[in-house]
């Protein structure tokens, strides 16, 4: 009975390569967020997707690229991967009821060597 | 820009004792506020959040928030700590405008319980 499931949850490799996160929501919501969480656990908003159309895009670099193919999945695309990438990063969702609570993964750690 | 301030970065408490963490939060209208605890290796879980009505909050975990517009503030409470309470605590503002939400983190404050 999971809600919101990310893939895999740890992921570590070699600059320079691409890799990609799968996240998956059971809670029938329509909005899906990325958040990246740096090493002093830092959080920020990467991107939001609203019934797979991008909403919220916060100035990151186009290496990441998000893809939505359904309400109910978001993944996140890195390629080229640098050092600076490496973090947690967290998928959300939540729904436009009025209160819009964002409910989230457990996280997928990335670490580049 | 909305902006949340975590003020304290890690409090220690005994075991049984009272908790308050505190967070102030920037924004022109009444926000949406959240307070969401990461344990060790975890994801984030919601402890509690406030939308509008009565200002005091009650979440999991016998954790309960006041919200006091006057002090831009919503301060995080629990009477009595457990050990299981250590965790990262993260207090959060929303602004919705229906598709277009993000939530604006503070710093958090890393709790420490000893026995």
């Known amino acids: 009975d999971t809600a919101v499931s990310q893939t895999p949850k740890y992921l570590v490799t070699q600059m320079g390569n691409d890799k990609s996160i799968k996240c998956e929501q059971n809670?029938?919501?329509?909005?899906m967020y990325w958040y990246k969480q740096d090493s002093k656990k830092f959080l920020k908003i990467m991107f939001s997707?609203?019934?797979?159309?991008?909403?919220i895009n916060e100035t990151v670099p186009n290496r990441f690229s998000p893809k939505s193919p359904d309400k109910a999945h978001l993944n996140l695309h890195i390629n080229s991967l640098e050092l600076g990438d490496s973090a947690v990063y967290f998928c959300?969702?939540?729904?436009?009821?009025?209160?819009?609570?964002?409910?989230f993964g457990p996280g997928t750690r990335l670490l580049v060597l | 820009a909305q902006s949340v301030t975590q003020p304290d970065i890690h409090i220690t408490v005994s075991e049984g004792a009272s908790l308050e963490l505190r967070c102030n939060y920037s924004?022109?209208?009444?926000?949406?506020l959240f307070w969401y605890v990461q344990s060790p290796g975890q994801g984030l879980q919601l402890l509690l959040k406030?939308?509008?009505?009565?200002?005091l909050v009650q979440g999991i975990k016998g954790f309960e928030a006041e919200f006091k517009r006057s002090q831009s503030s919503f301060n995080l409470r629990k009477p009595s700590v457990h050990w299981s309470d250590a965790a990262e605590y993260f207090c959060?503002?929303?602004?919705?405008?229906?598709?277009?939400?993000?939530?604006?983190f503070g710093t958090g404050t890393r709790l420490t319980i000893i026995p």
């Open positions: 997707y609203n019934n797979k159309e991008l909403i």
């Open positions: 406030y939308f509008s009505g009565d200002t």
């Open positions: 959060a503002v929303g602004i919705s405008n229906f598709g277009n939400e993000k939530l604006t």
């Open positions: 959300a969702s939540s729904s436009r009821d009025g209160e819009e609570t964002q409910y």
């Open positions: 924004y022109g209208a009444t926000p949406y």
């Open positions: 809670l029938g919501h329509d909005t």
